[in-house]
Every structure is written in structure tokens, then in C-alpha cells.
């Protein structure tokens, strides 16, 4: 069992930044590949990034990809969400997911029923 706590949401003005957090406990932390998505108010959950279990190879979505950067640090069982150059349509509940860094992960990242853990989410608000 894997427990994800994430931390770091608030409210930002446009263009500003914030790092969010993603804090595993319970198994070991590096065997497992990390998404992170986002909820907005009457829409579906959407993949933001992901990174495997190294942290070598990293996703992004498009809506994100040159603002946001995923990375991690093994030794503090920790992933970190950096995003920068926030736009109002990045507000959103942000959450973190974990599954076993795996070819099936590999090829089904992007989608939410891919991961096993979720955390509960850390709200971002973006005022225009």
C-alpha cells in the first residue's frame, strides 16, 4: 500500500508560480511511476505529466508542456509538480497518482485507470 499526501496548492495570480508536492509513505516510493492530473469544476480529470521511476523519462501535456516540470527525489519518497507561468484555466484539484513503473504504465500513462494510489488532491486557483 502506497499513501500520497499532496501539499503546496493556494491561490496564484496569472503568470505567477507554485510547486506542489506529491509525499508517499508506506512501501518504497522508487519503484512506482508518478502522474499527476487535474480536475476543473464540471470537467473530467485530465493527465498533467508524468515521470517514471527514475526519473528519466517524463510526460507532459500538451496545455502544459515548456510551463510545468515534474521531478523527483527517490530519497525523500517525494515528486514535485513545478509550474510556472500560470494561466486561470490551470485552476483546478491537482492529484497526485502512483503505479508500478512498468511497459503496460509506459504505454498507459495518460490515463487515470492506470493508476493503483491517489491522493486527495490539492486545489490551485488561478485569478486572472
Known amino acids: 500500500q502506497v499513501q500520497l499526501v499532496e501539499s503546496g496548492g493556494g491561490l496564484v495570480q496569472a503568470g505567477g508560480s507554485l510547486r506542489l508536492s506529491c509525499a508517499a509513505s508506506g512501501r518504497t516510493f522508487s519503484p512506482y511511476a508518478v502522474g499527476w492530473f487535474r480536475q476543473a469544476p464540471g470537467k473530467e480529470r485530465e493527465f498533467v505529466t508524468a515521470i517514471n521511476w527514475s526519473g528519466g523519462n517524463t510526460f507532459y501535456a500538451d496545455s502544459v508542456k515548456g510551463r510545468f516540470t515534474i521531478s523527483r527525489d527517490n530519497a525523500k519518497n517525494t515528486v514535485y509538480l513545478q509550474m510556472n507561468s500560470l494561466k486561470p484555466e490551470d485552476t483546478a484539484v491537482y492529484y497526485c497518482?502512483?503505479?508500478?513503473?512498468?511497459?503496460?504504465?509506459?504505454?498507459?500513462?495518460?490515463?487515470?485507470?492506470?493508476?493503483?494510489?491517489w491522493g486527495q488532491g490539492t486545489q490551485v486557483t488561478v485569478s486572472s
Open positions: 497518482a502512483a503505479d508500478q513503473d512498468s511497459s503496460k504504465w509506459l504505454r498507459g500513462y495518460k490515463d487515470r485507470s492506470e493508476y493503483e494510489y
